[in-house]
Each structure stands twice: as structure tokens, then as C-alpha cells.
């Protein structure tokens, strides 16, 4: 078993030599469609604040948001291996004010994806004779944590108030990201669009409630990347008898 395991790494050498490493960042937008549970929740708070404060309203009720992509691959011919880090958030707000104050309470819900990817390029077609573009689709696994923070703002004339929540909730869940999309490369910068649907699994918090967290949903992005060099071989000088 030891033997074939160092067959494979002296046969994958070579192939790993004239690969070339690429590094992208995706600036996207995420339709978050499964965040029923959070919005109960902060429905839940909401109830409680109208108690005190008849005319509070939800501003804000867990809305699609942007998210960031940076990744880090390795190019080969038509394939790339890579690791990627994905930031998401969202959130859900109650406010009220009037002539004596004002009064917020907010629920913030950000996530850290981290994941692996394999892209491929399938197929190259050019637009108006000029400019190669190339089809590609991709496959990201990956783990999402998230976190849940609490927070309530009142200002009156007199004083201020702010009040944190005892814990930061967090919860993990596994995800599933396919996409396709297109791009070009002038010399060894490129730029590409893609589209995909993220699939998840699990992920509740920790919270008592176990409240269901979900960033299921479609995936656009548009983005740049940038190719090093290949690494130039050493290449071998031969010793010359003086003799």
C-alpha cells in the first residue's frame, strides 16, 4: 500500500509541475429562500416589542443579500482544483421612533462558507470573430458556520441604552454548489460570470429553539482572476572536463 501511494505521488509530479496557480475573487448575489424559521423568530420578538410599543414595525426580514468569494486554484489545461471562502450575511430589524426616542432591535445572521471546487471547461466559441469566451460549469462541497448575534438600541432623551444578547448562536451546515457560467482571459487576467444553486444540509442553532439556518438558494456572480506564470525549470549545466 506504501508503495502505490508513493507511485502516485511520483506519477502526479510532472502534472503538478506545469500546472499554474490562479487566484479569484467573485462578487455575487445570494437569494436566500429557506430563512422561514428566522423569520418566525424575529416575528416572535416582534409580539413581545408591541406590547410596549404599539407602532414597532419589521424594516427588515432576513432580504437577499451580496456575498464575496477569494479563491485559490490550480490550473491545468482545461481543468482547475481549488479551495474557496465565501462570505454571506443578512438580517432582521424591529424599529421605532418618535418625538421621545427610538428603539431598534436587530437579529444579525452572517456566515463563513468554506469548500473545495473542481471547474471544468467544456466547451470555446467566439463572438463576433473576436474575442474567445469558454462554457464552463463547476462543483463546490463545503461546510457553512454560521453565527447569530442579538442586539437591542433604545435612545431617549435622557439616556442610551444598548443591550446585547448573552450568546452569539451558531450552527453548522454542509452545502452543495454547482454552477455554470462563462469567461474569457486577456493575457493573464479573466473575468467571468456564473449562476448556480446552492443545496444544503442540516444546520440549527444552538439556541434552545433550534432554530433551522438555511442559505439555500440561487447563486450569481461576476468576477476577475488573475493567472501566475508557469515555474520556469532550472535548467541542467553540464560539468566539462578540463582535463
Given amino acids: 500500500m506504501k508503495n502505490r501511494f508513493i507511485l502516485v505521488v511520483l506519477l502526479s509530479i510532472p502534472t503538478l509541475a506545469s500546472a499554474q496557480l490562479s487566484v479569484e475573487y467573485t462578487g455575487g448575489y445570494g437569494a436566500y429562500t429557506q430563512m422561514g424559521d428566522l423569520r418566525k423568530l424575529i416575528d416572535t420578538k416582534l409580539q413581545t416589542t408591541i406590547l410596549e410599543l404599539p407602532n414597532a414595525k419589521i424594516v427588515a426580514n432576513f432580504p437577499n443579500y451580496f456575498t ?43 456566515a463563513v462558507r468554506i469548500g473545495t471546487r473542481y471547474r471544468y471547461d467544456y466547451i470555446d466559441f467566439t463572438v463576433k470573430g473576436k474575442q474567445n469566451l469558454t462554457l464552463f460549469w463547476e462543483l463546490s462541497p463545503g461546510v457553512i458556520v454560521s453565527n447569530l448575534k442579538h442586539s437591542i438600541y433604545e435612545e431617549y432623551a435622557t439616556q442610551t441604552v444598548t443591550e446585547d444578547d448573552d450568546g452569539n448562536y451558531s450552527s453548522v451546515t454542509f452545502s452543495l454548489l454547482p454552477q455554470i457560467g462563462v469567461k474569457t482571459n486577456y493575457g493573464r487576467f479573466g473575468f467571468h460570470l456564473l449562476a448556480g444553486y446552492d443545496l444544503e444540509f442540516g444546520g440549527k442553532l444552538d439556541n434552545g429553539y433550534k432554530t433551522r439556518i438555511s442559505w439555500m438558494g440561487l447563486r450569481t456572480g461576476i468576477g476577475f482572476s488573475y493567472t501566475f506564470p508557469p515555474r520556469k525549470e532550472k535548467k541542467k549545466e553540464k560539468d566539462e572536463d578540463k582535463d
Fill in 68 to 110: 464575496h468569494t477569494f479563491g485559490l486554484n490550480y490550473v491545468y489545461k482545461r481543468e482547475e482544483f481549488g479551495f474557496q471562502i465565501t462570505r454571506m450575511s443578512t438580517g432582521g430589524k424591529i424599529a421605532y421612533s418618535d418625538y421621545s426616542g427610538k428603539y431598534t432591535n436587530k437579529l444579525i445572521l452572517s
